[in-house]
């Protein structure tokens, strides 16, 4: 078993695709399956199943899954810790937000992170949640500010903040105007969604599901720009917060309508990886990072304290 093995297999679960992870991978699909077959072989158990929506872990896989995500971590830090004590590279802190909080954080975040961490190579990441919990799984992110994070013996998760979700469509539309919208009400709402495995999607899908409604999803997107879009065309609406879209509000180019009955709300949390000790310029950039959530709180109504885990 191979550290490339590990990290082709873990990669092909987070894209759901063998033909995916090979193009990300910029090898061969043929030469991608040889890997993943050579480590069920070693195992002696099936660790990936395809299905009509895609390839998943199977049972055995998912227990492989969160193993390898560990054991590739533990790897990387062993040769960042390496080569840092040799001379050979800087110290390095890798943050993942999400692209609704990028554009209200990202700037400000750099600017205190260069002043307090000199010295300190900074690299942000703009990715979905879904994308960004694999990451600090894996260990290719240091930490990151992630929405509704599952429980996982791989993370340290901690809740900060809780946004609400509300309908988003174009001036003129059926649900155009003020005050909020039941869920029953928008449930035929046509929608243009995050694809499958997103963390929003999967909150709206169960919300509506347990009151014996179905989602009406036209367009399955991972852009969110591309998502806007199809709102501001008029082709769609969405569930999204209120910090995806606020430009857009505000230039008049979008209406936001709140949810109730019942609210859907998402809650923020910041995350590093479990088993390994925060060292000092995480620990640093952890104050700044609270530091710039309780100011979004207090100038922006949308945002409250979390005060328990999802």
């Known amino acids: 078993m191979r550290s490339r093995q590990l990290e082709s297999f873990i990669l092909v679960c987070e894209l759901g695709s063998i033909s995916k992870a090979a193009l990300a991978l910029n090898i061969a699909q043929p030469a991608l399956g ?6 069920e072989r070693e195992f002696g158990v099936p660790l990936l199943v395809r299905t009509v929506t895609g390839t998943h872990p199977t049972p055995a896989g998912l227990l492989f899954l969160e193993e390898a995500r560990l054991m590739v971590r533990r790897l990387q830090d062993l040769k960042r810790s390496l080569r ?6 800087p110290r390095t802190l890798a943050v993942g937000l999400t692209p609704s ?31 960004l919990i694999g990451h600090v799984s894996s260990g290719k992110l240091d930490l990151a500010l992630a929405y ?32 909020p919208l039941s869920l029953a009400a928008i449930a035929d709402a046509e929608l ?26 036209a367009f399955s997107l991972e ?4 998502i806007k879009d199809m709102v501001r065309r008029g082709l769609a609406c969405a569930i999204l917060p209120h910090s995806a879209v606020a430009e857009d509000i505000q230039a008049g180019a979008l209406v936001i309508r709140p949810i109730c009955d019942p609210a859907l709300m998402r809650t923020l949390f910041l995350i ?3 088993g390994t000790e925060v060292n000092a310029a995480t620990a640093q950039a952890l104050r700044i990072i609270d530091g710039l959530l309780d100011e979004l709180r207090q100038r922006d109504r949308n945002f409250t304290v979390a005060t328990e885990e999802e």
Do not use: W, Y
């Open 34 to 39: 040889v890997q993943i077959k050579a480590l």
């Open 84 to 89: 840092e004590v040799a001379g050979q590279v």
């Open 101 to 131: 909080l990028s554009g209200l954080l990202a700037g400000r975040l750099m600017e205190r992170l260069h002043g307090a961490l000199p010295g300190v190579e900074l690299k942000l990441f703009e990715e979905l949640s879904h994308a």
């Open 148 to 179: 509704t994070v599952p429980r996982s013996r791989m993370l340290h998760r901690e809740p900060r903040l809780n946004e609400a979700l509300c309908l988003i469509t174009h001036p003129g539309s059926r649900f155009d105007g003020t005050g």
């Open 192 to 217: 243009a969604m995050p694809n499958e495995g997103d963390l929003v999607r999967r909150l709206v899908t169960e919300a509506m599901t347990a009151r014996g409604l179905v989602p009406n999803i």
């Open 223 to 226: 852009s969110m720009q591309a």
């Open 272 to 274: 590093h990886p479990a």
